[in-house]
């Protein structure tokens, strides 16, 4: 078995803001990642598929192709856009990298070849913070 | 006469929409970056400044001081904002990053010690667009 | 489950020296890395926690509080310090990056909130060599 | 039990070309990376050992042994090479990254001290693709 | 004025062999990087322009446009490809990183728009060798 | 012209501390710089040189040459060494990046090829500080 990861890149704005609190819960609880107006990053997506190569070609799969299915079922969903507002897979969902990397492992299981399992979602928020999904 | 950088960080939403245009001529020119719902960044800014170093400390400047200075004068009033609607000395001005560079530029201007020179603002605004100006 | 990584950053000096040993064989095992009079690193510090996300944040556990806390009872203890001298919690052991990294997950570990758990301390040394520790 | 990972570089030259199938089958699967001119990479090498710590050294094992044992194992056979050409355990194999992280594996295992074991060969092909194989 | 850079990114083989010397004085010179089977790199670009800022853009020229520009001038002629046998602009040269920046710099300047000027092509062969090239 | 620049890299120990002045004065300037037990720092090297590229190599220098000059008139007296008490070239001076950053200059300049300039010195003191120096 091998592990097969390809990177991706969006940019979006959010905010930290559970509307069953009041404004001053959610600035006590979320700091700035509150602030009404939205922030942004620039989020850096790795995406882990394991399985076994196949001989014909030496590859667990096409990376061309993971990058292609990364970029139809996540990256146009999420780039440029505003997290809380442009997502219908977050809906109702607090706006948290947890629930982000959460959510791109639902869209990206359904759609990988079946010889191929989806490993790992890791998602940069900013350089120096991650989150990482294993199912 | 050495040159002396200071990387700091800060995250913003922002977007790319001339008020004087219609919608359609805003997503004509400035595509995905025109979102009404706007998006944002991860900024990485590089501040360089320059002149001669002192005998007693070896310091051109203390970096712990310039890094004071950027962050009160710059990143704390572009960290986690709107640039387009939180950001006084932007306000009027499209939100580039071009624009962003020059504006940071004119608030460290006049804050420097006076045997230190203002060298170069430069601005990533991802891991592969990035704008100087020296002023 | 997610795991949930904050990355931290710390410089201290240190030399690889048992005092068991005679200059000679410390020479002979440990090269240039037992320099007498020291060297020193950039310690990049990635300390990774687990658990399960709580619905009304969405975070495993507020980032903020995982930095203050990796601040509190490591970072301030090693930054700017001479590993074999300045720091009670590696007294008596070699300053190797793996002891080093075990001394680290000692600290946090007692002082975590109580639906986390610490998953990983990795540590770079330099930006060639790392250490992991999974407790 | 720790790991020490230690990364190294090497530079090569490949082709994706399977000689059982024809010039438009291979560009048809392969795409550009069947040129049969040749293409290559600045491949980046990251090898996990793991294992107790020795209580004189405080190390797994001296990170300055496991560089030369990759050194002499692997990079000596790789760098400014063509995989296809030039490297005896790839023969007969399509000259995948996949295939390059198990070979690698294979020429490691049978070199390192008895008290390590080797754990993980993580190798870039890309900035933003990478192999991971376990054994 | 500001200056303005994207980053782009080709993979290519290549060797250094000067025809008019025989293979001993190649291999004196160029040591490994003579091999006549090739070797390669993933070539990191960066493209920097430099005029004044526009108005109603607050652009100094559309970092999409500047992109799509070294993809159809630069990148798709020697992606992927063999830098000594596939490049009609490097036939001839010795296809060193000197002659490679500054033949993409020729390839650039005649295409760009007309208040924007070419300012650096700055070229990685491997992480820690570059080399700049401003006309 | 061209410009060529290579990357190297040494680990050091250092402490910021004027002997003319009291230990509390030290303190006062240099914070935990001052810590008389030492700190230390991973410095990443950067040497750029110009010049015109010749015409049977491309090479404006070879790389290697360059790499191996740094090595020996640079690297193996400051790495894993104390800047403070080590380095014959930095005897009587503060040991600030600024310093060193010349100090390395003076270092180089003699030893360079006579058709190459040295054209800049740039030194990272911590991924977020550098210091460069044009003669």
New interface residues.
Partial sequence: ?????????F????K?Y?P??SKEQNEA?????A?E??????FELFV?VKGE?D??????M???QLSKLIQEKVIKHL????LN??VPFLAG???????L??GIWEQLVPHLPAHVQLHCVKLYE?????????G
């Fill in positions: 078995m091998v592990y097969l990861t390809r990177l991706e890149h940019n979006a704005a959010h930290l559970n069953n609190w609880v979320f700091g700035v990642c602030n107006n939205w922030h942004g990053h620039n882990t190569v001989a014909d070609t030496g590859f667990l096409d990376v061309k780039d440029h856009k505003n507002l442009d969902k607090m706006c948290s990298t947890e629930n990397a959460m900013t350089p120096r913070i991650y989150v990482e999904y294993f």
